[in-house]
């Protein structure tokens, strides 16, 4: 992979990245509290969020939800470029009501939009400090608002699988509360083996880690508004500190207490 540009702070992240043939094909299966928006430059890659897949080409626009799992694969052997920026919405005070109840969604690329985002790219190269930030904020709202004015297109794909929507139906209303994958297998009425294989084999990760990852994010927001590690870590689901200590540290890099805006 080759960073083009990076900047991150906990309300936004800006990114312009070129992945190429000498790299892994299969990248970032994460969730966090941010919006995401990518915008394809070129090549092509299969986008997955949540249970369902859909072909990422030149000029795609992707707008997916915080919370939601996702990750792309690389198509062919073609570099694949795009530009991701991942918001808080209050931070940049956007309404985003437009926006139905799934968890991400396609759209048509304008050239309003594809010269904002070169132009943000611009001013990378020529401000930074204070003058970049409202720059960008300027633009990734002047984005959503073009966004909001368009209707999403159907994915090119289906969803993985009816097993695979309840057994996610089932993880992310009972997320704090799982205790077992033995429940979720029951729930869904599949043997535990037959779940722990299929889950994995179409979402990439294994329930236990799907689970764990989504906990820790939400347990990051908490901390983000100010609510104590001690607090927080049975709220989420783990039944030992030291247990949330460790995936903490594990998924972000530093230990709870460091956590703030």
């Known amino acids: 992979m080759k960073e083009l540009i990076s900047v991150k702070t906990s309300e936004y992240i800006f990114n312009h990245r070129i992945y190429d043939e000498e790299s892994d094909k299969c990248f970032a299966k994460h969730s966090?509290?941010?919006?995401?928006?990518?915008?394809?430059?070129s090549g092509c890659a299969t986008y997955s969020v949540e249970n369902h897949s859909f072909k990422a080409e030149p000029q795609s626009l992707i707008l997916i939800k915080p919370y939601a799992y996702h990750f792309f694969t690389v198509d062919n052997?073609?570099?694949f470029e795009k530009v991701g920026i991942l918001f808080d919405?209050?931070?940049?005070?956007?309404?985003?009501?437009?926006?139905?109840?799934?968890?991400?969604?396609?759209?048509?690329?304008?050239?309003?939009?594809?010269?904002t985002f070169e132009k943000l790219i611009q001013y990378h190269?020529?401000?930074?400090?204070?003058?970049?930030?409202?720059?960008?904020?300027?633009?990734?709202?002047?984005?959503?608002?073009?966004l909001s004015l368009q209707n999403s297109e159907a994915v090119t794909l289906p969803q993985n699988s009816t097993l695979i929507k309840n057994a996610l139906d089932y993880i992310n209303k009972n997320l704090f509360t799982i205790r077992n994958i033995q429940e979720i297998s029951d729930a869904i009425f599949v043997s535990k083996n037959y779940f722990l294989a299929f889950f994995k084999q179409n979402m990439n990760i294994s329930p236990k880690k799907y689970i764990i990852e989504k906990r820790l994010v939400y347990a990051h927001d908490m901390l983000l508004s100010g609510q104590k590690p001690m607090e927080i870590y049975e709220k989420v689901g783990f039944e030992t500190y030291s247990s949330f200590y460790r995936a903490y540290i594990a998924k972000f890099g530093k230990n709870p207490s460091a956590a703030e805006r």
């Not at 966090?32 to 430059?41: A, D, P, S, W």
């Not at 009501?97 to 048509?108: C, D, P, R, W």
């Open 77 to 79: 052997n073609t570099a």
């Open 32 to 41: 966090h509290n941010l919006y995401e928006l990518i915008y394809v430059k």
């Open 125 to 146: 190269s020529l401000f930074d400090g204070v003058v970049f930030v409202e720059l960008f904020i300027g633009c990734t709202r002047e984005i959503v608002y073009n």
């Open 89 to 115: 919405a209050k931070y940049l005070r956007l309404d985003l009501s437009f926006l139905t109840t799934k968890s991400y969604f396609v759209f048509k690329s304008s050239t309003i939009i594809e010269n």
